[in-house]
């Protein structure tokens, strides 16, 4: 059964830092760009940050340049995004996805593959 399966989320106080993951079984990381998108309350889901097979290149949303990094392991199957200096507008579940691509052409909501169930990340004092 092809998963994806995101953890790390939590409670953190403004300013601080977390570290999602994102894990894959079934099935290889390898042949997959992956992307991280959010969803607040009462909002869209958006995209954050997107990495391509290699890990060579990234993308990200204006709101996290500077404060999240994507980063991934492909021995270990997971992708990670680093959130640092962490804002109450963070706040959102937060959900990995692949899609299979022979060449990076970044990330879509509606044009990927796999989807994880995601994890809460609430930024409050």
């Known amino acids: 059964q092809l998963q994806l399966v995101e953890s790390g989320g939590g409670l953190v106080q403004p300013g601080g830092s977390l570290r999602l993951s994102c894990a894959a079984s079934?099935?290889?990381?390898?042949?997959?760009?992956i992307g991280w998108f959010r969803q607040a309350p009462g909002k869209e889901r958006e995209g954050v940050s997107c990495i391509s097979r290699s890990g060579g290149t990234t993308n990200y949303a204006d709101s996290v340049k500077g404060r999240f990094t994507v980063s991934r392991d492909n021995a270990k199957n997971t992708v990670y995004l680093q959130m640092n200096s962490l804002k109450p507008e963070d706040t959102a579940i937060y959900y990995c996805a692949a899609v299979r691509a022979p060449y990076y052409s970044g990330c879509s909501y509606g044009g990927m593959d796999y989807w994880g169930k995601g994890t809460l990340v609430t930024v409050s004092s």
């Open positions: 079934g099935f290889t990381l390898d042949y997959y760009t």
